[in-house]
């Protein structure tokens, strides 16, 4: 009989389609996973409405599941209890070593072209602040772009959500 | 989910459907790179929220999100004039942009006080992305202000926003054709 913490660990292993470097778990997607006479519920909070990833994520999820012997049952939350506060610790480590600046902590209100222009991003690459807003969006809808004056190093920024 | 509130749902959703349409018309052959970028990606979340919105009236009356997309007639959407318009120039394309986020954060906020929690939370969901669209909206309000040409296209569409959801401009039929011709088409193979 399979555990919740089993298929945590399994999920744990599924890389994020877009920044595969960050796992689902990492990406604080997963709301909850329940385990009942052989189907395994997990609650999904989908990152961004548009995102094309999602179903990829779901499909990732249930065949983990099925691989250890259950029957998968994604419930998809299309509420707002995603935010990218959820990007666990780790999850935020990984993304800037990987070139990819971490989100900021979600304010009380909603973030402001004056904030997105200001000079508190830190270039993933060299640290500084010298870094100057480029784009509002980006390649995907979760990031925005940014260039660093110091290393001159265009990077990505995650969008605070 | 009150008539109400699933009337308001279907507006809004056949909105972003055809606004999000309209904005990916720019993909490639926007006036520079950045925004190219961003209208793409603007597009994107604009169906994202269409489809998550259709998702949920659908539930309640029994059909589908795709069905309700893309299997009614052009005359039974509910979206506004503004939407539809097909726009080739780049003042009337961000005046409609500024005009649409500023109106949609209005009727946001109302839905994010619904007593339904299904609602209540997917508006507060859909709000959250359209904050950047409103910043990209007012920043380039900002940039045009000043210019004859933007604030003539202002008030050209402006009466649009009040002009009702009942008549729809051949635009509309025209894009309808285009967005539901390979469903229509069923090609061999295919299940929808």
């Not at chain 1, 004056?114 to 991003?121: D, G």
Request: hydrophobic share 40%.
């Amino acid at each position: 009989m399979v555990t919740a913490q089993q298929v945590w660990a399994a999920l744990a292993e599924i890389p994020d389609p877009e920044i595969p470097v960050i796992s689902l778990v990492d990406l604080g997607v997963i709301r909850d996973v329940g385990v009942e006479n052989g189907t395994v519920r997990v609650d999904f909070t989908p990152t961004f409405l548009g995102c094309p990833a999602l179903e990829v994520m779901s499909d990732a999820m249930a065949e983990r599941i099925r691989a250890l012997g259950a029957e998968p049952e994604i419930n998809v939350r299309a509420d707002d209890s995603w935010s990218t506060d959820r990007i666990t610790p780790a999850g935020r480590e990984k993304l800037r070593s990987s070139g990819f600046a971490p989100p900021t902590p979600r304010d009380a209100t909603a973030p402001t072209l004056v904030q997105l222009q200001s000079n508190v991003f830190r270039c993933p690459y060299c640290g500084s602040t010298d870094t100057r807003l480029e784009n509002i969006f980006g390649p995907t809808p979760c990031r925005s772009l940014r260039y660093c004056t110091s290393c001159r190093q265009p990077f990505e920024q995650f969008k605070t959500i | 989910m009150n008539e109400q509130d699933a009337r308001s749902l279907l507006e809004i959703a056949d909105d972003e459907l055809i606004l999000g349409w309209r904005d990916s018309e720019w993909t490639g052959i926007a006036p520079f790179l950045e925004e190219d970028v961003a209208f793409s990606s603007i597009a994107q979340n604009e169906i994202g929220h269409a489809r998550a919105l259709y998702e949920l009236v659908a539930r309640e009356g029994g059909t589908t999100a795709d069905e309700l997309a893309f299997d009614r007639p052009p005359e039974e959407y509910r979206c506004s004039a503004l939407v539809e318009r097909r726009f080739l120039d780049w003042e009337q394309t961000i005046a409609r942009h500024y005009l649409y986020e500023t109106a949609d954060e209005g009727r946001l906020q109302e839905l994010k006080a619904s007593g339904d929690p299904e609602v209540a939370g997917l508006a507060a969901k859909i709000d959250r992305e359209e904050a950047y669209h409103r910043m990209h909206a007012r920043m380039w309000f900002d940039r045009l202000k000043d210019e004859q040409r933007f604030t003539a296209a202002l008030e050209e569409l402006r009466p649009l926003l009040d002009a009702g959801r009942d008549q729809h401009t051949p635009e509309l039929a025209e894009l309808w054709e285009e967005m539901t011709m390979v469903r229509r088409s069923q090609p061999a193979g295919t299940r929808w």
